[in-house]
């Protein structure tokens, strides 16, 4: 009789064992998901940052090729206009009076 006392005592102990050791799995697969969970949280946060900071260079970088843009059209622009001043004043100083100047002889379309 002892024997058997003996031994359901063993198989409870055993058991209470098992239980204690599934009791710690779950606890640590738990713990690892949260863990994992978190990570991939972080990883989220890092990733919209990243995409935000893109963004946010490539608006300025594209505010800076207009604001060059315009500088270089305004540039061409002021050029032109300085040419047609120079070509003007040139035809003006040499016009000999012979023929019509070259505003009244243009075709007209």
Request: proline share 1%.
């Amino acid at each position: 009789m002892r024997q058997v006392a003996g031994q359901e005592a063993q198989e409870v102990e055993n058991r209470q064992k098992l239980r204690a050791d599934e009791l710690q799995r779950e606890y640590h697969e738990e713990q690892r998901n949260e863990f994992e969970n978190f990570v991939e949280e972080q990883n989220d946060v890092e990733n919209r940052q990243k995409l935000q900071a893109d963004e946010l260079q490539r608006e300025y970088h594209e505010e800076q090729r207009n604001e060059f843009e315009n500088f270089v059209e305004e540039q061409n622009d002021e050029q032109e206009e300085r040419s047609r001043e120079a070509i003007e004043q040139w035809r003006q100083w040499h016009y000999d009076g012979l023929y019509p100047s070259y505003l009244y002889n243009r075709h007209h379309i």
